[in-house]
């Protein structure tokens, strides 16, 4: 089975930083594109960060550029979401996505994209 396991999230004050960890299991990470999207209650989830396949390409939303970077670690079949400058409209959780891809694309960060979904790590950003 195809598995994507969120890790990293929590309480930090607004200012602090956390890094996101989504493990996959049973494909290989390097041929699926990755994406992070947010939720936070009565909102609509968007799209935070994407990465292609191979690490070609990457996206950020402008609410977090600047602020957040996302990288691969192809040998332990991980993505790292690292989150810096945290502010209290970051609180959220936050879901890892993929999608197979044969050839790297410009990433978007469209849901419907996506078929695999992990089950989220909580973030909160407050004093």
């Known amino acids: 089975q195809l598995q994507l396991v969120e890790s990293g999230g929590g309480l930090v004050q607004p200012g602090g930083s956390l890094r996101l960890s989504c493990a996959a299991s049973?494909?290989?990470?390097?041929?699926?594109?990755i994406g992070w999207f947010r939720q936070a209650p009565g909102k609509e989830r968007e799209g935070v960060s994407c990465?292609?396949?191979?690490?070609?390409?990457?996206y950020f939303a402008d609410s977090v550029k600047g602020r957040i970077t996302i990288s691969r670690d192809n040998a332990k079949n991980t993505v790292y979401l690292q989150m810096n400058s945290l502010k209290p409209e970051d609180t959220a959780v936050y879901y890892c996505?993929?999608?197979?891809?044969?050839?790297?694309?410009?990433?978007?960060?469209?849901?419907?994209?996506?078929?695999?979904w992990g089950q989220g790590t909580q973030v909160t950003v407050s004093s």
């Open positions: 990465i292609s396949s191979f690490n070609g390409n990457t």
């Open positions: 996505t993929a999608h197979f891809e044969v050839i790297t694309t410009t990433p978007k960060p469209a849901e419907a994209l996506y078929d695999y």
């Open positions: 049973g494909f290989t990470l390097d041929y699926y594109a």
